[in-house]
């Protein structure tokens, strides 16, 4: 007898659909067709409407909250792995929950363990993920993850800005090292903003550790919530003497007065990936797709080969 080929399908969950399109055609395939049935009470089924048993399959879906988008992923592995598919891989462009990754104080839980613990024991035999909130997240799980850095995306479009006396900043502290990495990419100098917080969500105080004067600053982070830390922190350097700020920020959350914010703010320019589609429109936010970097991935990992090219910090 001959090796058996496994095919693969690609299907996506509902709140990454347009992605999940833009994926698959990349990939080279159709998007999987999945129906799903949703009671009065809100409670939901997702239904395969073709065979996938023995197939390796990929559901695309990234799980920020409200908490139906992790639902939905769990429940897609779960009847996956009920229809006898031979590897599910979940592919969450953006993992939810991941910034609950340590107790932080006492009493309160480490969410990105439970939702690593949860997508096991769905199914899932993979994990494709891109800019973790924090890189042991990875050592959560006892399945492989393939955590994928957007900055293979960010640094051909921010040279092609060709920018004079460039600097990268860190919004904060904990970004420091993600800042670092790409200044040595870019060639450039590096800034930090030190913050102080009141509670989640709201800076009681900022500092800026470094020089910024004449400088064309780009800030990079992995996510952009509220807007607050990023809005704050162009501001300040602009008071500083700063040429211009933009933002590079992977995951574009945008809750609450996000939007206000940077519409009122000296940002310059926000630059996002598709990761999370955009709710509202804004003249301020560019998007880069990670579509064809997911698809690239995926064709290297159904052929089983190496895609360690494509780890770029």
């Not at 990936?273 to 429109?281: E, G, M």
Request: glycine share 6%; aromatic share 6%; proline share 4%.
């Amino acid at each position: 007898m001959g090796v058996v080929k496994t095919e693969a399908k690609i299907f996506a969950c509902t709140q990454s659909m347009v992605l999940g399109e833009k994926i698959a055609k990349a990939f080279g395939a159709e998007l999987g067709k999945v129906i799903t049935s949703t009671y009065s009470d809100g409670e939901f089924q997702p239904s395969y409407e073709e065979s996938i048993r023995g197939t390796r399959i990929f559901i695309i879906g990234s799980t920020h909250p409200e908490p139906r988008n992790l639902m939905e992923m769990l429940l897609m592995i779960d009847a996956a792995k009920r229809a006898s598919a031979r590897h599910i891989t979940a592919v969450m462009p953006y993992f939810g929950w991941a910034r609950q990754d340590r107790k932080d104080k006492p009493r309160v839980p480490i969410a990105a363990k439970l939702v690593a613990k949860m997508l096991e024991a769905a199914g899932a035999t993979r994990i494709i993920t891109m800019d973790l909130h924090a890189d042991q997240i990875q050592g959560f799980f006892e399945k492989p993850v393939d955590h994928l850095y957007a900055s293979i995306i960010f640094l051909p479009y921010l040279r092609s800005l060709n920018l004079p006396n460039l600097t990268v900043a860190s919004p904060d502290m904990g970004g420091s090292k993600r800042a670092y990495a790409y200044s040595k990419a870019l060639e450039s100098d590096v800034v930090i903003c030190y913050k102080q917080r009141a509670k989640a969500n709201v800076i009681s105080h900022m500092e800026l550790i470094g020089d910024v004067t004449g400088k064309n600053v780009v800030l990079v982070d992995d996510m952009v919530d509220t807007a607050g830390t990023l809005t704050k922190a162009a501001d300040l350097m602009m008071e500083r003497g700063a040429l211009s700020v933009r933002a590079i920020c992977t995951h574009p959350i945008l809750s609450g007065n996000a939007y206000e914010r940077l519409e009122n703010s000296k940002l310059e320019e926000l630059i996002v990936t598709d990761s999370i589609p955009l709710t509202q429109k804004s003249d301020k936010i560019r998007v880069l797709s990670c579509a064809d970097l997911f698809a690239e991935v995926m064709d290297k990992v159904h052929h089983n080969r190496s895609i360690s090219s494509k780890f770029v910090m």
